[in-house]
């Protein structure tokens, strides 16, 4: 079930500057629908001209409703998804109408009307893009996930609640290999070496890919910290620097998890654009991670089972 929505400012102020601009456009249709005519059109026959303010103030009557729904979207407490997609649908078939006039009637057009369509299409295709941007980087879950991105920098917040105790939940959040039955993306990981604050681990994903990973904090009870060795040839992932912490805290009634991420992009437009999109489905991983950590440590049986057997808990083999 959906309880926690974060990220949406990108696509709410997609949503705005593209309401304010149906909306003025709109009404300058509606206020100079021969004026506008005479702009854009060539040399209309009579028909034409005859027609061509209406149809002018009919489209403008079209862009205010549809900034309204626009509007409407974009002040929604909870974004809906849907209804962005269709916006972004809506936009898009604006730019290919637009570009199938200017095509197939060029003739229809002045030249300032031909360069007026073509700004247009062109901001319009901004706004789809910007919004479907937006909506990548939108998370919905069942657990609080919020990102920031400062310049190349992704700032990453994932909490969630459970009701098992922080020693319950220490014994589950420190065992290495089990990370991968929790971590949608990990397929993988293994114990290089050390324990505690001196351990080193690798960890694949789901394509079999690997790096390593060094501890760089390790508090027993309360939570550790990772470096991951984005400097290493075979490190797969457009990324510069990547690290990570994982805490818990006691809280009324059970224990709070909290993970942080710090992502650096590598240089380069189409690697930051990656990681800006990447967002929405990281903000999900980490969701699921969660849940999925919630559910073994709330299970008793589980964690029965594993009394009686050895764990590796920080690189150590030792009782759960």
């Known amino acids: 079930m959906t309880r926690y929505q974060s990220n949406a400012r990108p696509v709410r102020l997609a949503l705005a ?39 002018v103030m009919e489209l403008g009557i079209g862009l205010i409703l549809f900034a309204g729904l626009v509007f409407w979207a974009a002040s929604r407490p909870m974004i809906g998804r ?21 095509i197939f009637m060029p003739d229809l057009f002045s030249t300032a009307g031909f360069w007026a369509v073509s700004g247009i299409a062109v901001l319009v295709a901004v706004f ?22 400062t ?28 990370y991968a039955d929790v971590a949608d993306n990990i397929s993988r990981v293994e114990v290089l070496s050390g324990a505690g604050a001196d351990l080193r681990r690798r960890c694949y994903d789901k394509k079999g890919r690997g790096w390593n990973e060094t501890c760089t904090m390790w508090e027993q009870g309360k939570g550790f910290a990772f470096r991951v060795h984005t400097e290493a040839e075979d490190y797969p992932y457009p990324f510069a620097e990547l690290s990570g912490v994982w805490t818990l805290s006691p809280v009324t009634g059970g224990t709070e998890i909290r993970m942080v991420f710090d992502v650096t992009a590598k240089p380069g437009f189409l690697n930051g654009l990656m990681l800006k999109m990447a967002a929405g489905p990281f903000s999900t991983i980490c969701d699921r991670l969660i849940v999925n950590w919630i559910a073994t440590m709330e299970n008793e049986g589980h964690a029965a089972s594993k009394a009686n057997a050895p764990s590796v808990n920080g690189g150590a083999m030792q009782p759960a």
């Open 128 to 149: 789809a893009i910007e919004q479907a941007i937006g909506l990548s980087v939108l998370y919905q879950g069942s657990n609080r996930v919020e990102a920031r991105f």
């Open 82 to 102: 849907k209804t962005v997609w269709t916006i972004t649908v809506l936009d898009g078939l604006w730019v290919l109408a637009s570009i199938d006039l200017m």
């Open 151 to 178: 310049g190349r920098k992704l700032h990453m917040t994932a909490t969630g609640t459970t009701k098992a105790a922080p020693d319950r939940v220490w014994s589950v959040m420190s065992d290495q290999e089990a």
């Open 17 to 55: 500057a593209n309401g304010v601009f149906s909306l003025l456009s709109g009404a300058a249709c509606l206020l100079a629908p021969g004026a506008i005519a005479t702009l854009v059109l060539s040399e209309p026959d009579a028909a034409l001209r005859l027609a061509a303010p209406v149809l």
